[in-house]
């Protein structure tokens, strides 16, 4: 699988989000997952289930090393001393010493931008992340994070329904990966008529092929959420498709307006 690699961050492509499974749905999950050859698992402290993901850990035969580990920081704990807990939590949780990166889940209205990079950078140093990003940051702030330390990722919602050129753009200016969530629209696109017929000519589904367009992108990753070992194979699967220029015309020309998640604390996406 093909790797993205910055600021001493090597991470696969194609990762296995993991929004919304707890218990042992999520572990079940992750540990079929890494079976299969996934090596990008994708938590948060607010997602409620990094114990879950710690016992997966724990009982797969793949070893540490070779799996790529995020998890992010919510934004009501961005001070220092917030943070330094934050993380010291989620270890203890996932039962390990390191996270891969570590993220700034959303930004906060009236955070210390330069205090909450200085936060990140510390746990870097520490060693109890390889890598350090944000999630959720429009092209003006992320600007402002670049300047203050060293940010492997950017974390945001990205589709074929929903345009990112100006982040994008921003994005490959300083060397920062894009991690695409809801790479599949949180399941619009079964029936989407101009997608059908792409994944008809490649005998495919129309999830596959959104999924393949994003993973086609340079430093692009992407993490689809899959519980089941069907869906968690099917985006293994989608690696094999090529895409042709015509067909990547057609999702050009696709509306890039949908936003799946919209909470009330979101970020003014266009700054």
């Not at 997966?56 to 920081?73: F, G, M, P, Q």
């Not at 490959?172 to 994944?199: E, F, M, N, S, W």
């Not at 067909?247 to 604390?265: G, H």
Request: proline share 4%.
């Amino acid at each position: 699988m093909d790797r993205i690699t910055t600021q001493g961050m090597s991470m696969p492509k194609l990762g296995l989000g993991t929004w919304r499974m707890k218990g042992d749905e999520c572990r079940d999950a992750v540990e079929m997952a890494l079976s299969l050859g996934y090596r990008h698992i994708d938590t948060a402290e607010m997602y409620g289930n990094e114990d879950a993901i710690g016992a997966a850990l724990a009982r797969t035969a793949v070893a540490r090393a070779d799996i790529h580990l995020t998890s992010k920081v919510w934004w009501d704990h961005l001070t220092p001393d917030a943070m330094a807990q934050a993380i010291d939590a989620s270890l203890g949780r996932l039962g390990t010493d390191y996270v891969d990166l570590y993220l700034v889940h959303w930004p906060a209205a009236d955070m210390d931008l330069p205090q909450v990079m200085a936060s990140l950078l510390k746990v870097k140093e520490s060693g109890k992340a390889r890598a350090i990003g944000v999630a959720n940051f429009p092209s003006a702030m992320l600007e402002q994070a670049v300047k203050l330390a060293p940010v492997a990722a950017n974390q945001v919602e990205y589709h074929v329904l929903l345009g990112q050129d100006k982040l994008l753009a921003a994005q490959h200016a300083a060397g920062v990966a894009l991690t695409a969530y809801c790479p599949l629209a949180q399941g619009r696109l079964a029936d989407h008529a101009a997608l059908k017929d792409i994944a008809a000519k490649h005998q495919a589904s129309p999830a596959q092929v959104a999924l393949k367009w994003l993973l086609d992108q340079d430093n692009v990753a992407a993490i689809p959420k899959a519980g089941r070992r069907e869906s968690q194979q099917a985006n293994l699967d989608a690696l094999s498709i090529t895409l042709d220029d015509a067909d990547r015309a057609t999702i050009a020309a696709l509306p890039k307006t949908e936003r799946c998640v919209q909470p009330a604390f979101a970020p003014a996406w266009d700054a």
